[in-house]
């Protein structure tokens, strides 16, 4: 170990044993101040903690129970008003399971896009072709997401930048962004959205936002602070079922666009 040279009280050097443990000549060890730092838990313990404490939640159960509990909370909400011919419930195969390769995490949401749709490089990235790209319809996103805020619109969106990268996704929120410029956005070709059921639901009952061509809706049921979820916080549950049954429910019936619970 390399050698330290300390002075002494008549000037002269002398040296001694360096030691990162050595307390100076005359001074008592002192204790240092416990760090200021954020104790940050790895992301795979906090996933398995969020894991443990939702699974009881509407998204881990089969898809046959997320069926059933969808189509008693639709009807909860719109029975009243629902028709004979809309009160059929949500079936089955229209609820698309996730994959039990990786976590539900955010970081794996494109991984389970990718196992949804299998042709995911032209149906959520655009075709390759132009021509075919010229006969899609405008403002019908292939993959709407539905969250509670627009915090976790922009978090979810962020977990699909595999397929962002190359189409811009168009943000369907009020926050900092008006429904005019909203309008002007879905007059293109539009493959990944997200946004919260009120302003969804807005821009579709004007008639700028379509389903023609979308063909999942992804329900985003994390839990905020509060421990509430998109179908537990009552205005935004309300909003969300209206959507959907002027807008989304005889296409799911006809098995045109399907749903998933994240």
């Known amino acids: 170990m390399a050698a330290k040279e300390k002075k002494t ?45 939702n699974s009881d939640a509407i998204q881990w159960k089969s898809t046959s129970e997320q069926a059933t509990l969808l189509t008693e909370s639709f009807y909860t909400v719109c029975g009243s008003r629902l028709s004979s011919l809309e009160r059929e419930s949500i079936p089955e195969a229209s609820v698309v399971p996730l994959s039990d390769e990786r976590d539900r995490s955010v970081e794996s949401l494109g991984f389970h896009m990718k196992r949804m749709v299998p042709k995911w490089k032209d149906i959520l990235c655009g ?55 909203q309008v002007t956005l879905l007059k293109e070709q539009v493959y990944i959205a997200a946004g919260t059921p009120n302003r969804v639901r807005k821009l579709a009952d004007l008639g700028a936002l379509a389903f023609e061509q979308s063909s999942i809706v992804l329900l985003d049921m994390h839990r905020d602070a509060k421990g509430l979820t998109l179908l537990s916080v009552p205005e935004v549950r309300d909003e969300f079922w209206e959507l959907y049954r002027t807008h989304v429910h005889q296409r799911v019936l006809d098995k045109q666009l399907r749903l998933c619970l994240f």
């Open 9 to 53: 009280k008549n000037g002269k050097r002398k040296e001694r044993p360096f030691s990162e443990t050595a307390v100076p000549e005359g001074k008592k060890p002192f204790l240092t101040r416990p760090s200021k730092k954020k104790v940050v838990i790895p992301p795979t313990e906090a996933r398995k903690k969020d894991d443990e404490r």
């Open 127 to 181: 075709p390759r072709d132009t021509e075919q790209e010229s006969l899609r319809a405008a403002g019908s996103p292939t993959l709407l997401v539905l969250c509670s805020s627009a915090v976790r619109c922009i978090e979810l969106l962020r977990g699909l930048s595999v397929f962002t990268k190359s189409c811009k996704p168009v943000k369907l929120f009020a926050k900092h962004i008006k429904v005019d410029e």
